[in-house]
Nanobody, 124 residues
Framework: EVQLVESGGGLVQAGGSLRLSCAAS????????IGWFRQAPGKEREGVSC????????YYRDSVKGRFTISSDNAKNTVYLQMNSLKPEDTAVYYC?????????????????WGQGTQVTVSS
C-alpha cells in the first residue's frame, strides 16, 4: 500500500522558515515524480514544487522560486520542502503526492497518491 506522510507544518511569523517532510513507503516505481501542492481556504489546490526520481530535476511555481527548495533523500525515502522567507500568502494545507508516470509536471490530476496534508500558517 502506497503511503505518503507529511510532517513539519506549523505556525511561523512572516520571514521565518519551515521544513516539510514527506515520508513515502509502499512503492517501488522506477521513475516517478514527488510533488508538493497546497490549498488555502476558499482557493483551488495549486502546485508548489516537484522533483523527479530519475534525475533530480526540480520545478517551482514562480511565487516560491528563490524561497523554497525541494530535495530528496532516497535512502530515507523522504522528500523535503525547505521554505524560507515565508509570507502570509503561503498559508495553506500542504500536501505531497506521487505521480507514478514521472511526468515532472505540477498538474494535480497527474498524481496518483496523496498524503493527508500538513497545515502551514504564516502570521503577519
Amino acid at each position: 500500500e502506497v503511503q505518503l506522510v507529511e510532517s513539519g507544518g506549523g505556525l511561523v511569523q512572516a520571514g521565518g522558515s519551515l521544513r516539510l517532510s514527506c515520508a513515502a513507503s509502499g512503492f517501488t516505481f522506477d521513475d516517478y515524480t514527488i510533488g508538493w501542492f497546497r490549498q488555502a481556504p476558499g482557493k483551488e489546490r495549486e502546485g508548489v514544487s516537484c522533483i523527479s526520481s530519475s534525475d533530480g530535476t526540480t520545478y517551482y511555481r514562480d511565487s516560491v522560486k528563490g524561497r523554497f527548495t525541494i530535495s530528496s533523500d532516497n535512502a530515507k525515502n523522504t522528500v523535503y520542502l525547505q521554505m524560507n522567507s515565508l509570507k502570509p500568502e503561503d498559508t495553506a494545507v500542504y500536501y505531497c503526492a506521487v505521480d507514478v508516470g514521472g511526468s515532472n509536471w505540477l498538474i494535480s490530476s497527474l498524481y496518483d497518491y496523496w498524503g493527508q496534508g500538513t497545515q502551514v500558517t504564516v502570521s503577519s
